[in-house]
C-alpha cells in the first residue's frame, strides 16, 4: 500500500481528532489559533468520557455518541459563556496572526509528517515492538465488544482499568474509513506527531513569546526539531499512548498558565479558561494519567510563582489582605495535599516500575545539556538555542516560572535515568515506570519553549546589532541635521527572520532527529527475520482470513507474535497479550501438551473448555529475545492431531483435529 492511497484513512483520522473538539471550542468562545490548537485536546476528552459513558447506557461504540455528547457539551459551553459575556472580553481571531500560526503548524507538518512517514515505511505496516501486541489487540477488542472504555478494554487481559484515549480514537479511525487496524494506527499517529503536537507547541509558546509571526514560526521549527518527541514514542515500546497524551501536553499547559494571568496573550475569555482546563484533563488522564501527574508537576512552579509574588502583594497592605492571603495560603496547602496523595495514588503496581538507572548523574546532566537524551547523537543547535533561552529567560524574574517548569522536566528525567533504585526514585517517578524513556519524552514538551525563546532572543540581538549598524552609517552620511534617522525598514527584519527560520529547518533536522527517524524505521519494516512478525509469518495471518471461520479460536503462543492474529486477520487466539491476568490451567494445557491430545488425558477437556479448532505455529523466535516455549504447538505435522492448511517457510497453519 502506498501513501497516497492513505488519504481518506489520513482524513478521517484529522476529523476524529478535531472536529468534536472544534465544535466545543467555539461555543467555548475560543478563537483564532486557540480554537485550532485546543481542538483535538477537547475531543479527545469528549471521545474518552463518550466511551465511558456507552456501556453504562447500553450503547455500543461508534462516532454518534461522540457526536451526540459534543453537542451536549456545546449547548452547556454556549449558556455558561453567553451568561457570562458582559464580563468578557472577546478576543481578535482571524488575523494575520493566525495565519502565520498555520504557517508554522504547516512547516512542522511538513518536517515531522515526512519522517513518520519515512520512519513508518508502508501505511500497512506495524511496529515490530513488544507493546505493540496489545495496542493492536485491543483496538480489534473494541471492534468486537463495540465498547471503548477505558474500564472495558482492560478487559482483554484481565485487568479493571486501562488509560484506552488512544485506542479509542483509532477506532473511531478504523470505523469511518473502513481501513485495517495497520493503516489506522499509522494514520492516526501521523496526525498526532505532524499536526496535534506544532499546533500545541506554537500555542504554548504564544504564552511567553507573544502571537507574533516570528514566534509562530519558530515554535512550529522547533517542535520538530527534537529527538526524543515525537519520535521516540512510535519507536520504543511502543508508547502510543504517551504518544497521545504528550502531544496534548504542551496545549493544555498553555491553558494552566493563561489561568494562572502569567500569558502574554490571554486569548481565552478569563472564566472560560477555567472550563477549558475542566474538559482538557479527563483527555489528558485518559490518553496516560503519568502525563497528567506531568502536567501538575510542571506548573507547579507556575504556581509558587504566582503565589510568592501574590504574597508580596498582599504584605504591602496586610490589614485589608489578610482575609484573602490566609485563604489562598489554605488553599496552597490544600491543592498540594491533594496533588501528594495523588501522586503516590496513580502509579503502577511495583512490580512493573522495574526499570534501573540508566547513566550516573553527571551523565544525564550531560544528555539534558546537550539534547542527546536516551543515548542519542547530541543536538549542537537545539542545545545552544535552549542555553540562550535559559539565559535569556534568567534575566526576566517575570519568566522564572518558565524556567521552573523546564526545571522541573529535567530534574524529573535527571531522578529517573541517574538516582538509585529506591523510596526516593520510586516515589518522584514511579508513575512512569522508572522508565527513563517515558521521561526523556516529557522534556521536549517544555524545552520547545525555552528553545524558541533563546532564538528570538538571538535573531532580536542580531537584528539590533544591524539596525545600529545601519543607523551609524545613516549619520555618517550627506543626511541634513535636522533630518532625523528614518525608522528601520520593516523588511531587512523580515529577511533576517526568513533566514534564521530556513538555517534552523536545516540544521535541526541532523544528529538526534535523524537517529531517531532511522531507528524508528528499522523497527517497522517487514522482514524475513523481523523482530514480531516475520514476512513468512504475515503470509500465513493473510491465509488465515480464507482459511479460519469467522469464530475460531486459535491456540498460538503470544511472545512469538501469532496473538496478532486476533489484529490482523479477525482471529481470536487464546491469549491476545503475553502479560495477561487471565491465563488459566486450561491455556497452560494446551500451550504445553495440545500435540499429546490423543495420549494426556487432560488435552481435550481444555480444547473443548478454549473452544480450540485452529493452531499457529510460528516456531521459537520471541519478542526482545524472550524465551516462552510451547512445546505443545511445536511440530504438529507428526503429531496426528492436526492437519497443515498453510504454511510459508517456518510459519504453520493448523486445523486442529485431535479431540474429534
Known amino acids: 500500500m502506498q501513501w497516497l492511497s492513505a488519504g481518506p484513512e489520513i482524513l478521517a483520522a484529522t476529523g476524529v481528532l478535531i472536529v468534536p473538539g472544534l465544535l466545543l471550542g467555539w461555543f467555548l468562545r475560543l478563537r483564532g489559533f486557540a480554537l485550532l490548537a485546543l481542538a483535538p485536546v477537547f475531543s479527545v476528552s469528549l471521545i ?74 508502508a501505511p500497512d505496516n506495524i511496529s515490530q515492538t513488544y507493546d505493540n501486541i496489545f495496542h493492536l489487540n485491543a483496538i480489534q477488542y473494541i471492534l468486537h465488544t463495540q465498547q471503548a472504555s477505558s474500564f472495558t478494554v482492560g478487559g482483554m487481559t484481565g485487568i479493571p482499568f486501562y488509560p484506552a484515549g488512544w485506542h479509542a480514537v483509532v477506532s473511531l479511525t478504523v470505523q469511518l474509513s473502513g481501513t485495517g487496524i495497520p493503516v489506522a ?38 517542535s520538530a526539531a527534537f529527538g526524543a518527541f515525537p519520535l521516540m514514542m512510535v519507536d520504543f515500546g511502543v508508547l502510543y499512548p504517551n504518544l497521545l497524551s504528550i502531544s496534548l501536553l504542551p496545549a493544555v499547559l498553555a491553558v494552566g498558565i493563561q489561568v494562572l494571568h502569567l500569558s502574554a496573550v490571554p486569548d481565552i475569555p478569563p472564566v472560560l479558561r477555567y472550563l477549558a ?51 489562598w495560603s489554605g488553599g496552597l496547602v490544600v491543592g ?23 547513566h550516573s548523574p553527571l551523565g544525564s546532566l550531560w544528555e539534558l545539556a546537550t539534547n542527546s537524551l536516551m543515548n542519542r547523537p547530541p543536538a549542537i543547535v537545539v542545545s545552544i538555542l535552549v542555553a540562550a533561552g535559559v539565559v535569556a529567560m534568567a534575566r526576566q524574574r517575570n519568566l522564572w516560572w518558565a524556567l521552573g517548569m523546564f526545571g522541573m522536566a529535567c530534574a524529573l528525567f535527571l531522578v529517573v535515568s541517574s538516582f538509585s533504585p529506591g523510596r526516593l526514585r520510586d516515589f518522584v517517578t514511579a508513575i512512569w515506570y522508572n522508565d527513563s524513556y517515558r521521561l526523556a519524552a516529557l522534556v521536549p514538551a517544555v524545552a520547545v519553549l525555552v528553545a524558541a525563546y533563546g532564538a528570538a532572543w538571538l535573531v532580536g540581538l542580531l537584528r539590533r546589532r544591524l539596525e545600529d549598524r545601519a543607523s551609524r552609517q545613516g549619520r555618517g552620511g550627506a543626511v541634513p541635521a535636522d533630518a532625523g534617522t528614518p525608522p528601520p525598514s520593516s523588511a531587512p527584519a523580515a ?121 499457529l505455529d510460528f516456531g521459537g523466535q520471541e519478542i526482545n529475545g524472550g524465551s516462552h516455549p510451547a512445546p505443545g504447538l511445536d511440530n504438529l505435522e507428526g503429531s496426528g492431531v492436526a492437519t497443515l492448511l498453510s504454511r510459508h517457510g517456518d510459519a504453520k497453519l493448523f486445523k486442529f483435529n485431535g479431540c474429534d
Not at 296 to 312: D, E, N, Q, Y
Open 495 to 615: 529577511r533576517l527572520g526568513a533566514m534564521a527560520i530556513v538555517v534552523l529547518v536545516v540544521l535541526t533536522q541532523f544528529g538526534g532527529v535523524q537517529y531517531a527517524t532511522d531507528k524508528a524505521h528499522s523497527n517497522y519494516q517487514l522482514t524475513a527475520d523481523s523482530q514480531l512478525i516475520t514476512r513468512d509469518e504475515m503470509s500465513v495471518l493473510q491465509d488465515m482470513v480464507s482459511l479460519v471461520p469467522d469464530d475460531a479460536v486459535v491456540a498460538a503462543n503470544a511472545w512469538n507474535g501469532s496473538a496478532l492474529a486476533y489484529a490482523l486477520s479477525n482471529r481470536r487466539t487464546i491469549q491476545l497479550h503475553v502479560l495477561s491476568s487471565s491465563f488459566t490451567l486450561d491455556d497452560k494445557i494446551v500451550l504445553d501438551s495440545l500435540r499429546e491430545a490423543k495420549t494426556n488425558p487432560t488435552v481435550c477437556p481444555a480444547v473443548r473448555a478454549l473452544d480450540v479448532s485452529y493452531v
Open 48 to 121: 474518552s468520557v463518550a466511551a465511558i459513558v456507552c456501556p453504562i447506557v447500553g450503547v455500543p461504540w461508534s462516532a454518534l455518541p461522540v457526536l451526540v455528547l459534543a453537542l451536549a457539551a456545546s449547548a452547556v459551553a454556549g449558556v455558561l459563556s453567553r451568561h457570562k459575556r458582559g464580563a468578557l472580553r472577546s478576543p481578535r481571531a482571524f488575523d494575520d496572526r493566525f495565519v502565520f500560526a498555520l504557517l508554522g503548524t504547516l512547516l512542522a507538518a511538513v518536517i515531522i509528517g515526512a519522517r513518520l512517514v519515512y520512519a513508518f515505511g
Open 277 to 327: 482546563v475542566i474538559v482538557a484533563l479527563p483527555g489528558l488522564a485518559l490518553a496516560h494519567p503519568s502525563t497528567l501527574m506531568a502536567f501538575l508537576a510542571f506548573l507547579a512552579p507556575a504556581v509558587v510563582f504566582v503565589f510568592v509574588k501574590s504574597w508580596r502583594k498582599w504584605r504591602r497592605n496586610w490589614p485589608a489582605s489578610r482575609s484573602r492571603a490566609l485563604a
Open 185 to 222: 494506527v499509522n494514520a492516526t499517529n501521523l496526525v498526532i506527531g505532524a499536526l496535534v503536537w506544532p499546533m500545541a507547541c506554537i500555542f504554548l509558546c504564544q504564552q511567553v513569546l507573544g502571537q507574533s509571526r516570528m514566534a509562530a514560526l519558530l515554535a512550529g521549527t522547533l
Open 336 to 358: 498540594a495535599a491533594a496533588v501528594l496523595l495523588t501522586w503516590q495514588a496513580v502509579r503502577p503496581i511495583a512490580e512493573a516500575a522495574f526499570w534501573p538507572p540508566i
